[in-house]
């Protein structure tokens, strides 16, 4: 067992556990954290994607080890008020069926957005490919994208 | 029992409300039997002065109406959509609604999630439960004011005296209505649907805020303190028990609590249940499953040690050569003379079909949460069959079923595997050992080497078509494991020389259902084969099956599993989708249309797949237009829109690329590495549905969209290239053309 300093959505924890923990199951049994999602333990499902700096990665091949030096951003932290521009579309176009996948499926749109605001749906299949959901929601979920990326570009629009 | 439900109502009220129907209520279940309604009193948690008119609904001094929901939601919708139906005859503000699990009680009726029963079951019950409730806020209204009922009506959360124009909003009305006694079944009007404001609309799901900010909604979410982690390794060969295991070693392992082997089967004789296995229990999930990475365990041989795919393919060939009415295989149906209907035919068409056994890969690993404590058990469970999960862990545990309370958490995907529920008896008897909260997680690898499989099969056909061009005989024989076709299988009674064959083998393979039973893959054959058929009698598909339907109405079923079918309703579905999809519009060689249609889950779905095939043999699915008769109401347009987007695409993953291998009497297969789920850049970008309403019951939409997706693919890719190809997966063909 091994003590490691946390950065998960702009608060530091402390967890004692061993270095080669998936930072999955660190976030999931030891920080109460449970948005982030197991579906098979070997990256092929993406359902436990976070960001680390920024990065979409999967939190199920990431020892704790390795996630203790930057910033953690999970499904929790995505927004602070459930209200980022993904979250706003999934829930306007209603795209969930058992939601499962969601979070993964967020956590990927929403680093897909923060570097190309308007994805082309050629981007939307390179950067979604990863992520499985079972339910087949890609439909929606690829509308859900669209819908963000229009919701964002309005609100910059707002700003501007 | 320490634990609270997790509902307002306190545990006392809700046995007071559980007598209100009783098990096998649907229709009388907001008769209250003493007549009448009461404030729920100060039990604990219970908030004083609600209004409580039956088991699925309160409302709140301040006019916040709770609705239950007592059908698990496996993401088909249904926590939205049937409290929905409860609010419309309510008259509720759906905005102040706020949707509410059950727990598993007698009060709430079935509540199991299968089959696509939730709406047929229950939408005319939960029209009833709103309505009763809303008879007694309007007659409390009238009193009021001393106005005739008739006069007033209820809307938006509030009851309006029409001619005057006043309003008073439920919650005022509560003291007043809780007072009057429930009215009886006949004095209980429904709405004319025509009046329906939020029936048919697109209502978005009730728990979508939560899913989109990661709240833990589903079983492997759930925690209680002191719990600890399990996991529970079976033979890769079904049903062989444990002989040893390194015990010792692994209970040395960091954070393991305990090892030990469970030698049980329960029920006995079953594979569907507890089996024997090795538990390991741990402080954390990882700690468990790291110590597993060390388990080495001995197993006996098992029963069938050498089940593999190849010779249940081999036994296949031999059946289909034996002579129906011989040792293992049974005639099904017979009508007329299909002999000499092959010998007077134009053309005569023979061919095989075959499909593979398919895994559920819920997204969810199976898991489960229980505390054992004595001879009482608290289970939450991620369970489509709330009731089967109680029953099978009292049964592991030796305890009544009612000393077993069932919490129904959120599923990450069901499409029927969790109707069964072993990893509710695998965590019911890892607690009762420790007795402690033991919450048991599955890996992929379990998932998919423990599944219970959708069965594969082979189809052996042979069809005719007369000078005329029209279906003149139709034999089949189809070889399964354990459940075949039906002598209803269609097209009998639109052909009249028909036969069907069906031979079962034996075989060591756990089964269960999977997304549209039978009809995942008999639509399929089906439709595949009648497409041959159409082309061998040069006839255009759409008008060979429009014409196979005839000009009749309701055609009875017939035999031991008898069903009726309307052949008005599908000839509709299949003009429409012919129209809508643009069939029959010039296409260059390499795309093409194809046509699946097929009635299951009492729903008429007909399909239309266009597709795109390069020359190298690329399939790309360009376009997929469905038209849909599930009667006369669509409950929440978003969700039912949702159901047939998913069922198609559902449809298209598991025929593109899914088949498990079994060798040695285990599945080869281990994750998602070799068992590939279709992905965002294969999934169909153009999706069009229309809904056609009928004069007939609202059914359910979780699995009947499915079907028809398979034979509208198979059968546009015969369009594009001239190929035929006859076995499921689609990646097992080489679909390239010159």
Redesign the interface.
């Known amino acids: ?1 091994s003590k490691f300093i946390l950065h998960v959505n702009g608060r530091s924890h402390e967890v004692d ?2 270095p080669e ?2 930072l999955l ?1 660190v976030l ?3 920080l ?11 990256g ?2 993406a ?1 436990c994607t976070v960001h680390l700096d920024g990065v979409p990665s999967r939190a199920c091949l990431t020892p704790v080890s390795a996630a203790a030096s930057v910033k953690v951003t ?3 932290g ?1 927004s602070p008020d ?1 209200q980022h521009p ?2 706003r579309a ?3 176009l ?1 795209v ?8 993964g499926q ?1 956590m990927s749109a929403a680093a897909l957005l923060a570097r190309n605001p308007s994805p082309t ?1 050629g981007d ?3 950067a ?15 509308a859900g994208i669209h819908r963000a990326a229009e919701l964002s570009a309005a609100a910059r629009e707002a700003r501007a | 029992m320490s634990a609270a439900l997790p509902s307002p109502i306190g545990r006392r009220s809700f046995l007071r409300l559980a007598a209100i129907g009783g098990g096998g209520l649907v229709l009388g279940c907001y008769v209250r039997p003493s007549g009448m309604a009461q404030v729920a009193k100060p039990d604990s948690g219970t908030v004083d002065g609600v209004f409580i008119p039956n088991a699925f609904i309160r409302i709140a001094p301040d006019g916040k109406v709770t609705v239950y929901s007592a059908r698990p ?5 249904i926590k939205t959509s049937l409290p929905m139906v409860v609010a419309e005859e309510l008259g509720a503000d759906w905005k102040s609604v706020s949707v509410v699990t059950a727990p598993l009680d007698a009060a709430f009726g079935p509540q199991f999630a299968g089959g696509s029963m939730s709406t047929p079951m229950s939408y005319e019950a939960m029209r009833k439960v709103g309505a009763a409730a809303r008879t007694m806020l309007v007659q409390a209204a009238a009193q009021a004011w001393g106005v005739p009922a008739g006069e007033c009506a209820a809307e938006n959360g509030a009851v309006r005296h029409l001619p005057s124009g006043r309003t008073l909003g439920f919650g005022e009305l509560v003291a007043r209505a809780s007072a009057l006694p429930v009215p009886d079944d006949a004095a209980v009007k429904l709405k004319d649907p025509k009046d329906f404001t939020l029936l048919g609309t ?4 009730v ?3 939560k ?8 079983g ?2 759930q ?1 209680r303190p002191g719990m600890l ?1 399990a996991v529970y390794e079976k033979s890769p060969v079904w049903g062989a028990r444990p002989l040893g295991a390194n015990l010792d070693h692994v209970k040395s392992l ?1 954070g393991v609590r305990d090892a030990f082997i469970v030698d049980r089967t329960v029920p006995a004789g079953q594979i569907t249940g507890l089996v024997p296995g090795v538990a390991i229990v741990a402080d ?4 468990a ?2 110590a597993r990475g060390e388990l080495k365990v001995t197993w006996e041989d098992g029963p069938m040690p050498d089940s593999s795919w190849d010779d249940f393919a081999r036994q296949a060939g031999e059946l289909a050569k034996a002579a129906p009415g011989s040792a293992g295989v049974a005639v099904a149906r017979r009508d007329g003379d299909t002999g000499a209907a092959f010998a007077g035919a134009a053309r005569v068409v023979e061919a095989s079909y075959s499909y593979p056994f398919l895994s559920h ?5 199976q898991n489960c949460l229980v505390h054992v404590q004595g001879d009482h058990a608290e289970v939450w469970a991620p369970t489509q069959n709330p009731d089967g999960a109680r029953k099978l862990a009292a049964q592991v545990l030796g305890i009544p079923p009612e000393n077993v309370q069932v919490n129904i958490t ?6 029927g595997r969790r109707l069964d529920s072993d990893p509710v008896a695998e965590a019911a008897a890892i607690s009762q050992r420790l007795g402690v909260p033991i919450k048991l ?1 599955w ?2 690898t379990d998932d998919l080497q423990h599944d219970h499989y959708r069965p594969g099969g082979f189809h052996f056909m042979k069809g005719a078509v007369d000078a005329k061009g029209a279906l003149s005989a139709w034999r089949g024989h189809h070889v399964s494991f354990g459940s075949t076709m039906g002598g209803d299988a269609f097209p009998a009674r639109f052909v009249p020389n028909y036969e069907l064959f069906t031979s079962n083998l034996e075989n060591g393979v756990p089964q269960g259902p999977w997304r549209a039973p039978g009809s995942n893959t008999y639509a399929w054959v089906t439709c595949c084969f009648l497409d041959e058929l159409a082309h061998a009698a040069g006839r255009d598909p759409v008008e060979f099956n429009l014409a196979l339907l005839g000009d009749r109405e309701l055609v009875p079923g017939t035999g031991p599993r008898s069903q009726p079918y309307d052949a008005a309703r599908m000839r509709n579905v299949l003009r429409r989708v012919a129209e809508k999809s643009g069939w029959g519009k010039a296409l260059p060689r390499g795309r093409g249309m194809g046509l699946g249609y097929y009635f299951s889950h009492q729903g008429y779905i007909a399909e239309v797949a266009e597709v795109t095939v390069t020359q190298a043999g690329a399939l790309k699915v360009d376009r997929v237009v469905a038209v849909v008769d599930v009667g006369s109401q669509i409950v929440n347009l ?2 039912a829109e ?2 047939v ?2 069922s198609i ?2 449809g ?2 598991a025929a593109w690329r899914q088949e498990l291998d079994i060798q040695k009497g285990r599945v080869v297969q281990t ?3 070799e068992y590939p ?5 294969d ?3 153009v ?1 069009e549905i229309h809904f056609e309403k009928t004069p007939h019951p609202p059914t359910g939409l979780g699995e009947p969209a499915l079907p028809p997706l398979a034979p509208a693919v198979y059968n546009a890719i015969f369009a594009a290239t001239g190929k035929r190809v006859r076995q499921l997966p689609i990646s097992r063909s080489d679909l390239s053309w010159s």
């Open positions: 067992m556990v061993a923990t998936p199951w999931r049994d030891h109460d954290m449970v948005g982030t999602k197991f579906g098979c333990g070997i092929q499902c359902a999970t499904i929790e995505l459930g993904l979250q999934w829930c306007e209603d969930a069926q058992c939601g499962y996948c969601q979070a967020l749906d939307i299949d390179e979604m490919a990863g992520n499985i959901c079972r339910c087949a929601t890609y439909y929606r979920i690829r | 939601e496996v993401g088909q919708g697109r209502v978005g799901g728990d979508n805020e899913v989109v900010t990661g709240q833990p909604l589903f492997i979410d925690r982690h960091p954390s999930t990882w700690a499953f790291s890969t819920n997204l969810e690993p959120r599923i990450g995907g069901g499409f997680t890996n992929r978003s969700g949702n159901q987007q998913g695409t559902d298209l993953n994750n998602f590495h789920m279709l992905r965002m850049p999934a169909p970008r999706i």
